[in-house]
């Protein structure tokens, strides 16, 4: 995280550099305007000294610019965007380094292309600005990016759990309880577990945990499932391990103000799913599965008992596990949520790996394919009135590409309401090497479905599950018929 400071050295460094540059100086042409050393003007435009107020006068002059000018965060039409940049959250709050950003490098490009740079960074402004796009968002997007460019896999955190194992004499427990969790917690770190105070709190119900750092107590709400604590507790015990400073302390983040913190929680949660869902041993689970001849959905229901986890965490693991041990890393996942009458669906959740897959996230109101596994198998659950988890899986042909994708579901009651239902997603890009992993494609009662992102955007005929016709694509048929018209007159 960026100090205000740095920023300040960094704007200044900028703005000499630009003038320098824009001027035709050489450094040696501005060292004898000056009398300041070539080596000293260069670690100013670098950022990395901030000049005494009589050589900024000095710099300024030699510049054609007044000393204010030098040091307000204003600067030339051409620039501002820039400093508007440089000065917002998103540097200070925003680890450049770990995605392998370097400043320096960011500051020589702003000052080589500033017209260009200007243009893109203040179309990127405006976007936000007319969508609302707030920095919740570019934070949740980054956090996707950061987990594609390392493929979903951190070797330090699957070490750090075996690490913890190892010092706290912890073997082979599958699966992990509460009790056990919640003794660990207690005796590690002094934090004790309450089930009672949420409840008493009716604007709290929404929240499924809550840290008390200083009484060392985590508030967990009542009603919870065996897996549901089992997650909060081991992600409680990834924080504490982790040595996690900068994070939340409520299960849902309520204000995502730093990419740090999202970075933190996604940390610790990977550690619990890693603790619950011992890598080698779940490795093993997936080649059993992956050598039948027949799709079996009772065979991934069994992995939920086995590591009493929840539908999520497993579909969650499985994007740790596939890209690293089976070299599966073209996949999405998602988490789709419908509504009580089963009219509407709303993707609370997306990870894309390798690439931007289909389905994904739709901001404009438009209607989800009915055919996604995602959806039918919430439509399942809703009528199925003994299975808790309903488990699905299909091929979906996306329509008018040649781009298939096998596409594992799980349904269960919403935790938000029971009469919701909830799905997770899998989807794995169909290639050679998938099918031969997979035994179980060559299946012929794995169901084959033609499918798009939205009906709005769809072209498939006589769709039995059509929401709404397809405006969008009516609408570039009507302007394709419009350019054929003019191009004849």
Request: glycine share 4%.
């Amino acid at each position: 995280m960026l100090k205000d400071s740095t920023i300040i050295k960094l704007i200044l460094g900028f703005k000499v550099r630009h003038l320098r540059s824009s001027q035709g100086l050489s450094y040696q042409e501005l060292s004898s305007k000056t009398g300041l050393s070539t080596s000293y003007l260069n670690d100013i435009e670098k950022g990395k000294r901030y000049p005494k107020p009589d050589k900024i006068t000095t710099l300024a002059e030699a510049l054609g610019v007044d000393y204010n000018y030098m040091v307000s965060t204003n600067a030339s039409k051409k620039m501002q965007p820039i400093i508007d940049l440089l000065t917002s959250k998103f540097f200070k709050l925003f680890p450049l380094e770990e995605f392998g950003i370097s400043l320096e490098k960011l500051i020589e490009l702003f000052t080589q292309t500033p017209d260009r740079v200007n243009a893109f960074i203040s179309t990127i402004f405006k976007i936000a600005r007319n969508y609302q796009v707030g920095e919740e968002q570019f934070y949740l997007e980054a956090l996707r990016s950061y987990q594609d460019m390392h493929n979903n896999y951190f070797p330090e955190l699957e070490s750090a759990v075996e690490k913890f194992k190892k010092e706290y004499s912890i073997k082979g427990i599958v699966p992990f309880t509460v009790g056990f969790l919640e003794d660990q917690l207690q005796e590690i770190y002094g934090i004790a577990v309450d089930r009672k105070t949420l409840k008493k709190h009716s604007n709290l119900q929404s929240i499924r945990s809550y840290l008390s750092k200083d009484k060392k107590v985590l508030h967990l709400k009542r009603g919870l499932t065996e897996a549901q604590e089992n997650f909060l507790l081991a992600r409680e015990l990834g924080f504490q391990y982790l040595s996690l400073e900068e994070r939340p302390y409520e299960t849902t983040i309520l204000n995502i103000d730093s990419f740090e913190k999202l970075l933190n929680n996604y940390k610790a949660s990977h550690f619990a799913a890693a603790l619950l869902m011992e890598e080698k041993q779940l490795v093993k689970d997936i080649k059993k599965i992956s050598r039948e001849n027949t799709w079996q959905p009772a065979l991934f229901l069994k992995l939920l008992d086995k590591y009493n986890v929840t539908a999520e965490m497993l579909m969650q693991r499985l994007t740790n596990i596939l890209p690293h041990h089976f070299g599966l890393d073209d996949l999405f996942f998602i988490r789709l949520t419908g509504s009580e009458d089963l009219g509407a669906f709303q993707m609370t959740k997306d990870l894309h790996l390798s690439q931007l897959h289909s389905p994904y996230n739709n901001e404009l109101s438009e209607h989800y394919c009915n055919r996604w596994v995602s959806i039918t198998s919430i439509k399942e659950l809703r009528f199925s009135k003994k299975a808790s988890v309903i488990a699905d899986a299909q091929i979906s042909k996306y329509w008018n590409t040649d781009k298939e994708y096998l596409c594992i579901s799980l349904a269960k009651p919403s935790f938000q309401s029971s009469k919701q239902g909830a799905s997770v997603t899998l989807g794995l890009l169909v290639t050679p090497q998938l099918r031969s992993i997979f035994n179980f494609l060559s299946d012929p009662n794995l169901k084959t479905r033609e499918v798009h992102t939205t009906c709005e955007r769809c072209g498939i005929s006589n769709c039995e599950a059509r929401v709404v016709s397809p405006v969008i694509l009516e609408q570039l048929e009507i302007d394709r018929a419009l350019i054929t018209s003019l191009s004849e007159l």
